[in-house]
């Protein structure tokens, strides 16, 4: 051991990681990359609802954009390490015209900010990686947007595309 903390691998440099090179601002990139490289940040991740299953477009956490603000209101279930985690990167509903996976906005969120509430979903065994995460009036910058506001379905796709390398990676 040489005194150096152990990195923070998961949905940082996995998943979130790479969208962001793909498709995050410059500025996202820069505050964001660093820290993730370093392992000095840990992301969970923001797309199951308890009533949505596995249908991530018919999700019904809200954003709203009011001038630079997005409020944010809604639940998140099955959040893994929410309650270790210091971003997430999560799906919002900005717009309900047209088909489902319209209007659905990729937005990141500091998990310190005022408004959010995370409760442990305890197992059979006592103990679990899953949370629940809930949004109450959750002020967020619109600059925190990854990609264009209603057009998350597209960044939420990619994502899972790198998600799924992961989890087969883990297989090999």
């Not at 051991?1 to 998961?10: A, C, S």
């Not at 199951?48 to 998140?76: C, F, H, R, W, Y």
Request: charged share 20%; net charge negative; proline share 5%.
């Amino acid at each position: 051991q040489r005194g150096l903390p152990l990195p923070l691998v998961g949905f940082g440099l996995t998943m979130i990681g790479p969208i962001l090179l793909h498709e995050g601002s410059e500025a996202q990139k820069l505050e964001h990359l660093p820290r993730i490289a370093r392992g000095e940040i840990r992301w969970c991740q923001g797309y199951s609802e308890p009533n949505a299953g596995s249908d991530l477009a018919s999700l019904g956490t809200k954003g709203t954009i009011e001038g630079d603000q997005m409020i944010v209101n809604g639940q998140k279930i099955w959040t893994s390490h929410a309650d270790e985690s210091d971003w997430i990167f999560c799906l919002v509903r900005t717009s309900s015209d047209g088909v489902k996976q319209q209007g659905i906005t990729f937005v990141l969120i500091d998990m310190r900010t005022p408004g959010i509430t995370v409760r442990p979903i305890e197992l059979i065994s006592g103990a679990s990686p899953f949370c629940e995460t809930f949004f109450e009036d959750v002020r967020v910058p619109v600059d925190h947007v990854v990609g264009t506001i209603g057009e998350g379905w597209a960044v939420a796709k990619a994502l899972l595309n790198h998600e799924r390398g992961m989890v087969g990676e883990s297989l090999a």
